[in-house]
């Protein structure tokens, strides 16, 4: 294959056969298809957007096949007569949508925080597979966050505002205590991210109180910006500074469960993330360099949520 042609094959095709016995392994070939978000384009012939992760789950599955004693291949393809990437690209969304709109339907009869993580586990698989952004996951995200709020305070979930905003001079300094952990690291990436580029942070023992006027303070005692009710730091900042973007709100939730450990929202990814940042923590005795190892890991999960890849 020509250079120009491997450029251009953005898929991975699985062709295989399965044999007719054991009954149950066409059913676990399926649904192991379903779970990867793979597309139908024959009975026997799928595909993925090609990725090292699409190829690794094609090869997996054709080793079961043929240690069952079927057939399969694996093999990178681009379209030239008969379908396009367009077409597929918005089956892959439709195919997401309809299980976006499974969960939000399942919503209306969840009566426990419980049932809240169920459907959020079960949403984190969806986004896993939604390669292409279908248009109904931040709908879903909508209304699992607005049911979590409600049984969790017996209200109605308020809007982030998006109107009289705090705001801080330029190149502040942020005073936070020693020993940074994921809500704090989470929360120096936001502060120089979106609200002052040029931050500097300083740090404090636990019990410190005295600080100057020009600093701010976050996620500690009698802080400006630090726990209020029931949400995290990281949230507070969010809803004070107006930040409203969806992507930010999912990676809120991720921290709010490590930070707050109530299983709220139930995400998929609090596992690995708190994982990495306990990681972090033994890597680095320093605060600043804790942050500065941790500053990607938020980049990347926020570019995962905008990208509706996560």
């Not at 020009?214 to 969010?238: A, K, N, P």
């Not at 709100?249 to 921290?255: D, L, P, Q, S």
């Not at 990681?279 to 941790?294: K, Q, V």
């Not at 949520?305 to 996560?310: E, M, P, T």
């Amino acid at each position: 294959m020509n250079d120009s042609s491997e450029i251009s094959a953005r898929w991975l095709l699985l062709i295989h056969e399965v044999p007719p016995r054991p009954d149950y392994l066409r059913v676990r070939v399926r649904r192991r298809l379903q779970r990867i978000g793979a597309l139908p384009l024959k009975a026997t012939v799928y595909v993925l957007p090609r990725s090292e992760r699409a190829m690794e789950d094609f090869q997996w599955l054709r080793q079961e096949i043929v240690g069952a004693g079927g057939t399969a291949t694996v093999c990178a393809a681009a379209w030239i007569e008969g379908t396009s990437d367009a077409q597929l690209e918005e089956q892959a969304r439709g195919a997401r949508d309809v299980e976006y709109s499974s969960i939000t339907r399942s919503a209306r009869d969840a009566k426990t925080l419980a049932d809240v993580a169920r459907l959020r586990r079960q949403l984190g698989e969806v986004v896993g597979r939604d390669f292409f952004g279908a248009s109904g996951r931040l709908a879903t995200e909508r209304v699992l966050a607005e049911l979590a709020e409600r049984l969790t305070t017996g209200g109605t979930m308020q809007e982030v505002r998006t109107t009289e905003a705090d705001s801080v001079p330029r190149a502040t300094t942020w005073v936070t205590r020693q020993g940074v952990h994921v809500d704090r690291i989470a929360s120096a990436w936001l502060i120089r991210r979106f609200i002052d580029a040029d931050a500097q942070f300083r740090f404090v023992p636990p019990d410190a109180t005295e600080h100057a006027a020009s600093e701010v303070r976050f996620d500690m005692f009698d802080g400006e910006y630090t726990h209020e009710g029931e949400r995290c730091t990281f949230e507070t900042l969010l809803a004070r500074f107006g930040l409203s973007d969806p992507a930010l709100r999912a990676v809120a939730e991720v921290v709010h469960d490590i930070d707050c450990k109530d299983g709220k929202y139930g995400r998929a990814e609090v596992a690995g993330i708190d994982t990495v940042m306990r990681g972090i923590a033994l890597a680095h005795a320093h605060d600043t360099a804790r942050i500065e190892a941790g500053t990607p890991v938020f980049e990347a999960l926020y570019a995962s949520f905008r990208a509706g890849c996560a």
